[in-house]
């Protein structure tokens, strides 16, 4: 089963750019359809990004197309989620997730999931 860490969170101004990562463990991540959610604080955990297993399909909440860019290099074992253009209302904790299940945009039931990393965005 893999492991997932992730790590880059922070606070920033809004207008500013973040990169988080998630770093994986275990079995070889290519076999894994990969994500990113968050949950504000107060508010249910929410879809931000998925990527399928080869790279090739992507797919973003309304709330962050054109913003955010989720990418993978399962050679180093890491998924990133390139976040510009920041505004308070994208503070939450960001979670990387895992699934073996085929990619389905938005709808990718995922299975496995980090610990988190906060990201706070001031005015």
């Known amino acids: 089963q893999v492991q997932l860490v992730e790590s880059g969170g922070g606070l920033v101004q809004t207008g500013d750019s973040l990169q988080l990562s998630c770093a994986t463990s275990?079995?070889?991540?290519?076999?894994?359809?990969m994500g990113w959610f968050r949950q504000a604080p107060g508010k249910e955990r929410e879809f931000v990004a998925s990527i399928s297993r080869s790279g090739g399909f992507t797919a973003y909440a309304d709330s962050v197309k054109g913003r955010f860019s989720i990418a993978r290099d399962d050679a180093k074992h890491t998924v990133s989620l390139q976040m510009n253009g920041l505004n308070p209302e994208d503070t939450a904790d960001y979670y990387c997730a895992a699934s073996l299940g085929f990619w389905s945009g938005r709808e990718t039931r995922f299975d496995i999931w980090g610990q988190g990393t906060q990201v706070t965005v001031s005015s």
């Open positions: 275990g079995p070889t991540l290519s076999t894994w359809t």
